[in-house]
């Protein structure tokens, strides 16, 4: 299972929220490369990078900062947030990102998000499903939708990807342990490579996600807390 780190990105600055509330924004670091670089020397090799601009203005903004740190290190970037057009994806994938999350997109505009697929291929594009209560969430979770989530996998699946993060809002920067029972509810239904986020405070957390059989596992504001240390997930690689 992927160990990926997630690095939140306002203003050009490493933040995390909780739970999607921008009013909850802490700073963590005042330059996101100092903490790709950090991730790097520990042997981890991806990060999950989020424009949080981007979400609120529906449009890539932080594009600077993703092509600073794939300049300055070998990290393969996942890369999402205000992903919502043909020159909005041209411009992240030109900064360097190696995948793209492609979320409320994929709820607005299905036609699009499945040219892209074709044109980027399923190994470079990411479905994005947050959900809170098990429907989706977009905009940077500040809308809710009716569509139940694994409806929402399931039907992309059944078009070619192969790739999903799945984060659960309520418990996103929240500490409280990942929504495994929702992990294994979907890879009963869906075969996808499902990357799990939000809740993880502990190794045993990591361990239950990858014995419900997830790909990868997103990991952010335990590792700014000083609940995980990287040193830990190196381990874990």
Known sequence: MRIIPAIDIIEGKCVRLTRGDFSTQKIYNEDPLDVAK????NGIKYIHMVDLDGA???KIVNHRTLEKIA??????IDFGGGIRSDTDIEIAFASGARQITAGSIAVSNQEMVLL?????????????ADS???????NGWQNETEEDVLDFIQRYSSRGFTYAICTDVNRDGTLEGPATDLYRDILNEVKINL???GGISSIRDIEE???SGCEGVIIGKA?????????ELRDLC
């Open 116 to 128: 892209w697929l074709t044109k980027y291929s399923n190994q470079r594009l990411i479905l994005g």
């Open 38 to 41: 950090e991730i790097e020397d």
């Open 223 to 231: 590792l700014y807390e000083g609940r995980l240390k990287l040193s």
């Open 209 to 211: 996600i990858k014995e």
């Open 195 to 197: 990357i799990a986020s």
């Open 71 to 76: 300049s300055r290190t070998s990290l393969e």
């Open 56 to 58: 609120r203005q529906k």
């Open 132 to 138: 809170k209560d098990r429907k989706i969430s977009v």
